[in-house]
């Protein structure tokens, strides 16, 4: 039978638990529909167009606690999933949408308590609200950058119990830390971000990332970008290859480029000619890239994001970005990011060594209301 002619059911009418059934599938419409914020654009599909027919549970995953529900009605952009008893809603997302980090999203189209109380489940299968925009606000995400850990009174170095107290606080607060890459689908309007999202990054290539902050982030399971610029590696207190190798291998920590020689990149060298400048440019882009990727192939890491020396870019810079098929570059102006950000001038905002714990919180900026001062 069917619910309204819209999804199929797997049941017979007649038992009082069909009613009960479908006044929760209908509940769980319009708590998808709540979700989504902003409004909704693009022609609708006909009841029929939308209609599929019942299908049978997946095989079990590998460690699946208990046995695997069933799918019980679909449409191109959601479907309806009745769980069993020991269903995880990563491994919900695991099997249904490909992903085990995108576990949020079933929690977000769902009362709480829905997946405890084996009620049925929508299951986005596409993006509730790309955009983040909601009725009174928009989402920001922020990018926060790091330099070096340890001791002493530079603001540049952060000490290894102040970076662990952060941590500790985005994971008991409700912070995701995303990876930098999926701020591309976000921006192209094509991945939903989590609520409260975070990027964390690191630059120059300190070993003291090694040491301090890669032990803690594989603790918290956070991923993080590391911009490096190639001629500090394996020089003085900077990382080398090894290391690198290790951290990027560990999936965890994605390396980028931060330059070759980390010159300021709108600044000319004395005597230097249009020409010798753009093609200075150029080669603070593509020997990095050309580096990384080969002395960490085994990783198989890929160059496509760039932090700038001391956050400054130009017309030349952003040019040769282009040319070179950056998909991001970050600065350091601080703020979070929006649907609407460039994506080769992103905000990123410094962490110091003398920020306590509330000047921290103070720099999580993950939403603004609309029409406030940017």
Known sequence: MQFDGR?????????????????????????LAGCAGAPRTGPVASPEAAITTAEAPAPAAE?????????????????????????????????????????????????????????????????????????????????????????????????????????????????????????????????????????ITFDDGYESVYRHAFPLLRKHGFPATLFVYTDFVGTGD?????????????????????SKTHRNLIERAPGETDDRYRQAVATELRAPREMLERRLSAAQVQVRHFAYPF?????????????????????????????FSHPLMLRRTMIFGDHDLEDFKSRLQTSRRLGAPW
């Open 7 to 31: 999804l199929p059911v797997a049941t017979d009418m007649t038992r009082p638990s069909y009613w009960r059934q479908h006044l929760w599938l209908a509940s769980c419409i319009a708590s």
């Open 63 to 199: 460690g699946w606690p208990g046995a695997a529900g069933q799918v019980i009605g679909r449409n191109e952009k959601l479907l309806i999933y009745q769980p069993q008893r020991g269903d995880r809603l990563e491994a919900i997302a695991a099997r249904l949408l490909g992903r085990a980090d995108r576990a949020w999203q079933i929690s977000e189209a769902n009362p709480e308590q829905a997946l405890q109380a084996l009620q049925p489940l929508v299951v986005p299968l596409a993006p509730l609200n790309p955009t983040g925009v909601r009725s009174n606000e928009f989402q920001t995400v922020p990018i926060l950058c790091y330099h070096r850990f340890g001791t002493g009174s530079n603001k540049m170095v952060v000490s290894p119990a102040s970076f662990a107290a952060q941590l500790e606080w985005l994971a008991q607060h409700g912070y995701r830390v995303i990876r930098l890459s999926q701020l591309v689908g976000f921006l192209a309007g094509r991945e939903a971000l989590p609520p409260r999202s975070v990027v």
């Open 238 to 258: 900077g990382l080398g290859w090894s290391q690198l190798a290790e951290m990027a291998q560990s999936g965890l920590v994605d390396v980028q480029a931060h």
């Open 311 to 339: 956050g400054d870019a130009n017309e030349v810079v952003l040019d040769a970005m282009t040319r070179q098929r950056y998909d991001l570059g970050v600065t350091v102006n601080p703020g979070g990011n929006a649907f």
